[in-house]
C-alpha cells in the first residue's frame, strides 16, 4: 500500500566528472539497468506518495531514464545555484499541495542500498519522533568522509568534514552516507536559512543537520548494517567494483533458487533475466537482458545471451545470440552466432561456425556447419549440408529462401533468392540453386568435367608440381610400354 506520508527526493543533478565519460554517472550501465534506475527501483519499493527527481547535467537524457524506469516520477530542474542543499529546495517546492509527511533524500549514484534498509530508517525516525534522521555507515577507510560525532550517550552531536576534523575524530570510522530522512515542516524551515557562504559557493544539505541542532530539534544517526549497501559510484573502478558485488548476489540468488552455476566468478547474470529450477550455466557465460531460460537447458561454456529465450532442455555451448528464439530440445554450437530474428524450433540444430539471421529454423532440423543462413524459413527435418549460403542481398534489398520439409542438400550450396526449395528435395554437391526447386526433385548444377593433360609441367615448369607429374607420367607410360610389350 502507498505511503501517503512518504516523499523520495533523487538527486540526480551531478555531472560524474570523475567517470571521465560522454555518458552521464548515473546512465551507466549496471547488471543491465542505468545506475539511476537500482535507486528508481528501491525507491519505489517503498510506495511512497511521490518521488521526486532532480535533474540539471544532460537534463534530457537523465530525465528521460527516470521516466522510463518510474513514469510518475516529478522532474525537477536544478537551478544556476550549486548544491544538494538547493536541489532538496527546489524539490520540496514542487511536493504536492497539502503533503505533510517525511522526505526522504537519496543519491542517484547509491544503488545497492536496498528498500528494507531504508524502511527501517525511516522506521526509526519516527519512532524517535526526530526532526531528521541520518544513514550513517562504519568504514575501513574514512578518510575524505565527514564524520559522525556522538556524544557520551550515544547521540549525535555532530558531523564534522575532513578537513576540519581533529585527529582523534580523524580515528572515527563512522562517517556520514549522505541519505537522511527529514520531516518536512522541519526541513523546510531551515532550508531557508542555507547560505552559499562557504569556500564552494553551494548550499549544502548537511548544513540543516547542524541548524537544526542549533534549533534544539532532535536529530539521530543510524548505522547501516553492512557498509557497502551505502556506497556511491564516482568513478569506473567503483563502477566495477558494484557491478561484481551486484552480480554476486543475483547468481547466489539463482542458485538459491535451484540453478546450478558452476563457476560464480565468471557468470554475468542481468536482473532482468529469468531462469528456471535446474538450468545449468557453465563457465564464462553472460545472459543478457530479458534472457529467459528454461528448465533443464544448459549454457556455456564460454556464451553471451542477449534478449534470447532457450527452451526446456536446449544445449548452447560456446555461442553468442541475441533476440534469438531457441526451442525445446534444440542444440547451439559450439562457435554459433545467431543474430536477431533467428527462431529454432524443437530438437533443431544450429552447429559449428554457423550465422543465421531474421530465419525460422523448423524442428528436427539441422545447419550442422560452416554455414550463412540469412532470411530464409526452413521446414521440418531439413539437413544442409556443410557450407551452405543463402544468398539474400542483391546488392540492393535482401530476399528471402523458402525450404520446404524433409530436404537434404549436399556439401557447399549456394541459394541465391529469392528461391524455393519443395518438399523432400534433394541439392548435388556445389550446386547453385538459382531456381525454384519443386517437390521431390534433385538439383544439380554440374558441367562436364575436362582434364587438360600436360598443364602442370608446360605451364609450371620447374616447380616440385611439375616433377613430380612429368615422374608420375613417365610410370605410367613405362607401364602402358609394359603391358604392349
Known amino acids: 500500500m502507498t505511503d501517503p506520508n512518504l516523499a523520495i527526493i533523487v538527486l540526480a543533478a551531478g555531472q560524474g566528472t570523475r567517470m571521465k565519460s560522454a555518458t552521464p554517472k548515473l546512465l551507466h550501465e549496471l547488471a543491465g539497468a542505468p545506475v539511476v534506475a537500482h535507486v528508481l527501483a528501491t525507491a519505489e519499493a517503498l510506495d511512497p506518495a511521490v518521488v521526486i527527481g532532480v535533474v540539471r547535467h544532460e537534463r534530457d537524457r537523465v530525465a528521460e531514464a527516470i521516466t522510463a524506469r518510474l513514469p510518475r516520477a516529478i522532474i525537477v530542474d536544478q537551478d544556476e545555484v550549486p548544491g544538494t542543499g538547493r536541489a532538496v529546495e527546489l524539490a520540496v517546492e514542487s511536493l504536492p499541495e497539502g503533503f505533510t509527511g517525511d522526505v526522504l533524500v537519496l543519491n542517484g549514484d547509491v544503488p545497492l542500498l536496498d528498500a528494507d534498509t531504508l524502511a527501517d530508517l525511516v522506521a526509526h525516525h519516527r519512532?524517535?519522533?526526530?526532526?531528521?534522521?541520518?544513514?550513517s555507515s562504519v568504514v575501513p577507510e574514512p578518510r575524505g568522509y565527514g564524520r559522525i560525532v556522538r556524544a557520551a550517550d550515544g547521540a549525535l552531536e555532530r558531523i564534522v568534514e575532513h578537513k576540519d576534523a581533529t585527529a582523534a575524530e580523524l580515528a572515527i570510522a563512522e562517517i556520514n552516507a549522505g541519505i537522511y530522512v527529514f520531516g518536512l515542516n522541519a526541513l523546510r524551515d531551515q532550508l531557508a536559512n542555507l547560505t552559499t557562504a562557504n569556500a564552494q559557493g553551494e548550499k549544502y544539505l548537511t548544513d540543516v543537520i547542524d541548524l537544526l541542532r542549533r534549533a534544539g530539534s532532535s536529530v539521530s544517526?543510524?548505522?547501516v548494517a553492512e557498509s557497502w549497501k551505502a556506497e556511491g559510484i564516482n568513478d569506473r573502478a567503483q563502477l566495477s567494483e558494484a557491478a561484481a558485488r551486484l552480480n554476486a548476489l543475483i547468481v547466489r540468488g539463482w542458485q538459491l533458487g535451484g540453478v546450478t552455476v558452476d563457476d560464480p566468478a565468471t557468470t554475468?547474470?542481468?536482473?532482468?533475466?529469468?531462469?528456471?529450477?535446474?538450468?545449468?550455466?557453465?563457465?564464462?557465460?553472460?545472459?543478457?537482458?530479458?534472457?529467459?531460460?528454461?528448465?533443464?537447458?544448459?549454457?556455456?561454456?564460454?556464451?553471451?545471451?542477449?534478449?534470447?529465450e532457450v527452451g526446456e532442455g536446449a544445449t548452447v555451448r560456446r555461442a553468442d545470440a541475441t533476440l534469438a528464439v531457441i526451442g525445446a530440445g534444440a542444440s547451439v554450437g559450439p562457435f554459433a552466432y545467431l543474430r536477431p530474428g533467428t527462431v529454432l524450433d524443437e530438437n533443431g540444430k544450429i552447429g559449428t561456425f554457423v550465422e543465421t539471421k531474421n530465419s525460422h529454423i523448423g524442428a528436427g532440423s539441422k545447419v550442422p556447419h560452416l554455414s550463412y543462413i540469412g532470411?530464409?524459413?526452413?521446414?521440418?527435418?531439413?539437413?544442409?549440408?556443410?557450407?551452405?549460403?543463402?544468398?539474400?542481398?542483391?546488392?540492393?534489398?535482401k530476399h528471402r529462401t523458402e525450404i520446404g520439409d524433409e530436404v537434404h542438400t549436399g556439401s557447399h550450396n549456394v541459394f541465391v533468392a529469392p528461391v524455393r526449395i519443395g518438399d523432400g528435395a534433394k541439392t548435388g554437391a556445389g550446386a547453385v540453386v538459382r531456381k525454384?526447386?519443386?517437390?521431390?526433385?534433385?538439383?544439380?548444377?554440374?558441367?562436364?568435367?575436362?582434364?587438360?593433360?600436360?598443364?602442370?609441367?608446360?605451364?609450371?615448369?620447374?616447380?616440385?608440381?611439375?616433377?613430380?607429374?612429368?615422374?608420375?607420367?613417365?610410370?605410367?607410360?613405362d607401364g602402358a610400354q609394359g603391358q604392349d610389350g
Open 127 to 135: 519512532a524517535d519522533g526526530a526532526a531528521a534522521t541520518i544513514l
Open 436 to 477: 525454384d526447386v519443386p517437390a521431390g526433385a534433385l538439383a544439380l548444377s554440374v558441367a562436364p568435367q575436362r582434364n587438360v593433360e600436360g598443364w602442370v609441367e608446360k605451364n609450371r615448369p620447374g616447380t616440385k608440381a611439375a616433377e613430380v607429374a612429368s615422374r608420375s607420367a613417365e610410370k605410367a607410360d
Open 221 to 223: 544517526a543510524v548505522p
Open 375 to 397: 532470411d530464409t524459413t526452413i521446414g521440418r527435418g531439413v539437413n544442409l549440408g556443410a557450407g551452405a549460403i543463402t544468398a539474400n542481398y542483391d546488392d540492393i534489398v
Open 268 to 308: 554475468w547474470i542481468d536482473l532482468a533475466v529469468t531462469l528456471a529450477p535446474d538450468v545449468t550455466i557453465r563457465p564464462g557465460t553472460q545472459l543478457k537482458g530479458a534472457t529467459v531460460v528454461a528448465k533443464d537447458a544448459v549454457i556455456g561454456p564460454d556464451t553471451t545471451l542477449v534478449d534470447c
